[in-house]
């Protein structure tokens, strides 16, 4: 597969899976974190924000690598 057209589909997925993650992660926050205090939501909603990011790292990996010679 070419890298372009890893980058197309790349793209699709990273916008995807983070519309979904947000959403998801949203009614989970709001079914457990909101309403256990402050700091509760804060930890909640600080380590959510941070989760995504592998997921994400590991398609722009896989997104970047060079063309088969």
């Known amino acids: ?7 197309a589909i790349g793209t699709a997925s990273v916008v995807a ?5 947000s959403l998801v992660m949203m009614a989970v ?3 457990f974190a909101v309403g256990r205090g402050v ?7 600080a380590v959510a924000g941070l ?4 997921v994400v790292m ?12």
């Open 51 to 54: 989760l995504w990011l592998p």
């Open 58 to 69: 590991a398609i722009i990996r896989w997104m970047v690598r060079p063309d088969p010679a």
């Open 17 to 21: 899976f983070i519309i979904v993650y």
């Open 29 to 31: 926050g709001g079914e």
């Open 1 to 7: 597969m070419r890298q372009r057209t890893r980058k």
């Open 39 to 45: 700091v509760a939501e804060l930890v909640f909603y």
